[in-house]
């Protein structure tokens, strides 16, 4: 069988929290490797994010990364049976592809304009517009989780025998339970501090403010903490100017340079995929304040490091969070809710059970397990 898989968004080899690259790369990357694994021949087709005018890397003996430097993809020298399109913009130029080739087209959203337009209150129409184009045209479309596939019948009216449910996985070789003094001195992290670690995009949706605002809180309800606690933030490209020069950016050195915080908030940039196991197993908890998640990979790969999650009730996190038992939930927004939860966590250690139940609950999850449903999928319908 060989595969076109569709990634024209973000590349899956840019480091996570560069630019646009996040979770779908990780997605895209691992099903695309184990698919390769099962002998299945795998071409992702990408943005050239360098110079470059094609570059074509070998990743597996069965699994190629093609980068192109413009828009028009060429299929008539590559033989695909599947064209997988991940992100809208992608699945726009699938529909293309597919009705000039008669390839049948699988798609996966990651996020939905609609979504979006819930729980961050940022509209787009002519997105939604042309996500249920899409709807329309596609063969199969792979949703992450339940909630996913109700959201999309409801506000997309796409038939149920039209959605498939193939959630992700976590890399269990690689995110698991780490001694937390031997990776802070790994990573030259204070032994003695109390480490809150946030880990994504430098981007407003993400809720890197509110968390900073539930930290400058979480002081002020016990001052105690003063000095004693660590503000971790991975993410962004520390040699993009234009993120750290923002608005956003400044309002938040602002805020921080007003309550004298510099010192316990750090940005550090995007780190490499696999050095995050050493930052989660450095830290105490875990924080995804984000407006929207359409799954949330980094309370995953949390939790199968053994690590208590705080995160927003939105999303793909209201299915990965049992709130008291496998982390904590609070509401949108709810900086206060937030420091509570972040003082409640750090001060008092009869909650340690909750690292170790979210540690059981992330075995579930295995990226070779869901890419042979993957494959039977594909297989089935094509």
């Known amino acids: 069988m060989n595969i076109a898989f569709l990634s024209l968004w973000s590349c899956p080899l840019t480091p996570i929290g560069v630019g646009s690259s996040g979770g779908m790369s990780i997605y895209i990357l691992n099903f695309a490797r184990e698919l390769a694994k099962l002998d299945v021949k795998v071409d992702i087709y990408t943005h050239s994010h360098k110079k470059q005018k094609h570059e074509i890397i070998s990743l597996h003996k069965n699994l190629r990364i093609i980068h192109l430097s413009n828009t028009k993809l060429d299929f008539a020298h590559n033989k695909y049976d599947i064209l997988y399109s991940h992100y809208y913009l992608s699945g726009l130029a699938g529909l293309k592809i597919s009705a000039k080739t008669k390839i049948p087209l699988f798609h996966t959203y990651h996020t939905l304009a609609k979504m979006k337009e819930i729980y961050a209150g940022i509209k787009d129409e002519k997105r939604f517009v042309q996500e249920l184009e899409i709807v329309k045209k596609t063969k199969i479309i792979i949703a992450s989780n339940e909630l996913e596939k109700q959201d999309l019948q409801k506000f997309y009216n796409v038939p149920p025998s039209k959605i498939f449910i193939v959630q992700p996985g976590v890399n269990h070789h690689l995110f698991k339970k780490r001694n937390l003094?031997?990776?802070?001195?790994?990573?030259?992290?204070?032994?003695?501090?109390?480490?809150?670690?946030?880990?994504?995009?430098?981007?407003?949706?993400?809720?890197?403010?509110?968390?900073?605002?539930?930290?400058?809180?979480?002081?002020?309800?016990?001052?105690?903490?003063?000095?004693?606690?660590?503000?971790?933030?991975?993410?962004?490209?520390?040699?993009?100017?234009?993120?750290?020069?923002?608005?956003?950016?400044?309002?938040?050195?602002?805020?921080?340079?007003?309550?004298?915080?510099?010192?316990?908030?750090?940005?550090i940039g995007a780190k490499s995929h696999s050095s995050l196991p050493y930052y989660y197993a450095a830290a105490n908890v875990v924080s995804i304040p984000s407006s929207y998640e359409s799954f949330g990979l980094v309370a995953l790969e949390a939790m199968a490091c053994a690590k208590i999650v705080v995160a927003t009730s939105v999303g793909g996190l209201r299915y990965l969070i049992k709130n008291g038992e496998t982390g904590?939930?609070?509401?949108?927004?709810?900086?206060?809710?937030?420091?509570?939860?972040?003082?409640?966590?750090?001060?008092?250690?009869?909650?340690?059970?909750?690292?170790?139940?979210?540690?059981?609950?992330?075995?579930k999850f295995s990226w070779n397990k869901q890419a042979k449903k993957l494959f039977m999928l594909f297989k089935k319908y094509s």
């Open 181 to 267: 003094q031997i990776a802070r001195k790994r990573l030259d992290l204070p032994p003695d501090k109390k480490i809150i670690l946030f880990i994504g995009r430098i981007d407003p949706l993400k809720g890197i403010k509110l968390l900073i605002d539930s930290f400058i809180l979480l002081h002020h309800i016990n001052p105690a903490l003063l000095n004693k606690c660590l503000l971790l933030l991975i993410g962004g490209d520390k040699n993009n100017p234009a993120i750290w020069q923002s608005k956003d950016m400044n309002r938040i050195n602002k805020l921080l340079n007003d309550h004298n915080f510099n010192s316990s908030v750090r940005f």
């Open 328 to 363: 904590f939930l609070f509401d949108k927004g709810n900086k206060e809710k937030l420091a509570y939860l972040l003082n409640m966590l750090l001060c008092d250690n009869r909650y340690s059970y909750i690292g170790e139940n979210a540690y059981q609950f992330s075995q």
